[in-house]
């Protein structure tokens, strides 16, 4: 079966522009974590979706934001971006928030200039 | 913040058992272990997880000390493309907790 998708692969923003990325998760899956990484603060979660309702949110400010549709794709959004938001976003999917873990897509590479 | 304690790197020849460590002596009674690893520029890959006993899948075995203080992941045969990152994580599940990754150990796979 098909696994986590994520779209765009690469992007390249401006600073203070927005930006919206997608994940559509395993079929069935109805939990969605969003996930950070850089290399110098490493994978840190954002925020975790499970139908349409956000559950838990990591330590990220206001402009960071998303939302979860009633087909469990989520997107996610940054609003007036900085040089600092350049990094891997990644986005996990479980069927209920992660008794076996979560299956994680290849990720959304986001370029701040 | 990580509740796990890990070594930065290890090497591991090829066709020998790589055998990573991970210290988690601040786990509760209702935490997992789990392992993930990540390849570079992939998502992380879940690998196993265990309470208790030890755990063996196709993948990797899992072994837990008694005390759950610390566990051992162990990569039977490792081969070239089992160089990544690896990550001891603990965490309850079920409940759409965060999983706190921490640095990790760099394994490399030496030919």
């Known amino acids: 079966k098909a696994g986590v998708t994520q779209t765009p692969r690469y992007l390249i923003k401006t600073r203070g522009q927005q930006v919206t990325l997608s994940c559509s998760p395993i079929?069935?899956?109805?939990?969605v974590s969003w996930y950070q990484q850089t290399p110098g603060q490493g994978l840190q979660f954002l925020f975790e979706?499970?139908?349409?309702?956000?559950?838990n949110k990591g330590n990220f400010p206001g402009r960071f934001s998303g939302r979860q549709f009633s087909n469990s794709r989520s997107e996610m959004n940054v609003s007036t971006l900085e040089l600092g938001d350049s990094a891997l976003y990644l986005c996990?999917?479980?069927?209920?928030?992660?008794?076996?873990?979560?299956?994680f897509g290849s990720g959304t590479r986001l370029t701040v200039v | 913040d990580a509740k796990t304690t890990q070594p930065p790197s290890m090497d591991c020849a090829e066709g020998r058992a790589a055998n990573l460590p991970c210290n988690h002596s601040?786990?509760?009674?209702?935490?997992?272990v789990y392992w993930y690893r990540q390849i570079h520029s992939q998502g992380p890959q879940y690998i196993i997880h265990?309470?208790?006993n030890n755990e063996t899948n196709e993948m990797a075995s899992l072994i837990i000390t008694e005390d759950r203080k610390s566990s051992t992941l162990i990569l039977p045969h490792a081969t070239l493309r089992d160089t990544a990152v690896y990550y001891c994580?603990?965490?309850?599940?079920?409940?759409?907790?965060?999983?706190?990754f921490g640095t990790g150990t760099s394994l490399t796979v030496i030919p």
């Open positions: 996990a999917s479980s069927l209920t928030g992660g008794n076996y873990g979560y299956t």
């Open positions: 079929s069935g899956h109805r939990s």
């Open positions: 979706y499970f139908s349409e309702t956000q559950r």
């Open positions: 601040t786990i509760s009674g209702n935490e997992y």
């Open positions: 265990g309470l208790k």
């Open positions: 994580i603990v965490r309850v599940p079920n409940t759409g907790n965060q999983f706190y």
